[in-house]
């Protein structure tokens, strides 16, 4: 079974400030990581994925994520965050080549303060 | 168009109706794939599509659910004899090569 962990419900940090968003996931084998970003009344957004290779990944809008395999996470990550950036963060994973079934966390809501 | 669409936007039905929610994935993508979400939860997986074949169901909760894609493309999620327990918000997603996948809007239903 595959399964992922986001510990805090919400996330406040003031604009220009660096935002965190933490993610542990659980699988077997190895894992393809993903984070999505669902603004009000539209549809979840991709933001990034890890696969295989370097473990800090960029992404769209300044996100980056780093994998640590040893501590099974996969944290987002923006050095500055901005207003627009108040959403609901979605960290999912699903096993390698061959599972479809993408596992989601419950969300983590963040919310910039100008 | 432009990205996926689901229709209808919202549905409320009454507890015992059978509802019918749409999904049109984006034009050429091979993976189509439904996910329950409830408030305040992630996505939860229910079905998967390869084309025209149903590949995983194993996330539909029970045998009141049933979806399909005749054609490889436009996709429908039945639920039969809804109940209350069955609102939440459904969420359609396509992707070329299921690793990055595009989200529709939603159907939010709700059975009172």
């Known amino acids: 079974a595959q399964s992922v962990a986001q510990p805090e419900d919400q996330v406040n940090v003031a604009e220009g400030n660096p935002l965190t968003v933490k993610c542990t996931y659980s699988?077997?084998?190895?894992?393809?990581l993903f984070w999505y970003v669902q603004y009000p009344n539209r549809g979840l957004q991709f933001l990034l994925k890890?696969?295989?290779?370097?473990?800090l990944v960029k992404g769209s809008y300044g996100f980056e994520a780093e994998f640590n395999k040893s501590q099974t996470s996969f944290h987002l990550k923006k050095p500055s965050a901005l207003v627009s950036d108040s959403a609901l963060y979605f960290c999912?994973?699903?096993?390698?080549?061959?599972?479809?079934?993408?596992?989601f966390g419950k969300g983590n809501q963040v919310v910039v303060i100008p | 168009g432009a990205g996926v669409s689901q229709s209808p936007r919202y549905k409320v039905a009454k507890r015992g109706q059978d509802v019918a929610l749409r999904c049109d994935p984006i034009?050429?993508?091979?993976?189509l794939f439904w996910y329950q979400q409830a408030l305040g939860q992630g996505p939860e997986f229910l079905t998967y599509?390869?084309?025209?074949?149903?590949?995983?169901k194993s996330g539909l909760p029970s045998d009141r659910f049933f979806a399909e894609r005749p054609e490889g493309s436009v996709s429908t999620l039945k639920i039969q004899r809804t109940q209350q327990e069955d609102s939440a918000v459904y969420l359609c997603?396509?992707?070329?090569?299921?690793?990055?996948?595009?989200f529709g809007s939603g159907t939010q239903l709700s059975v009172l």
């Open positions: 997603a396509s992707s070329e090569k299921s690793e990055k996948l595009f």
């Open positions: 699988v077997s084998g190895n894992p393809y």
């Open positions: 890890y696969i295989t290779g370097d473990n």
């Open positions: 999912a994973v699903r096993a390698g080549y061959g599972n479809n079934r993408l596992a």
């Open positions: 034009s050429g993508h091979v993976s």
């Open positions: 599509f390869q084309n025209e074949a149903q590949l995983d």
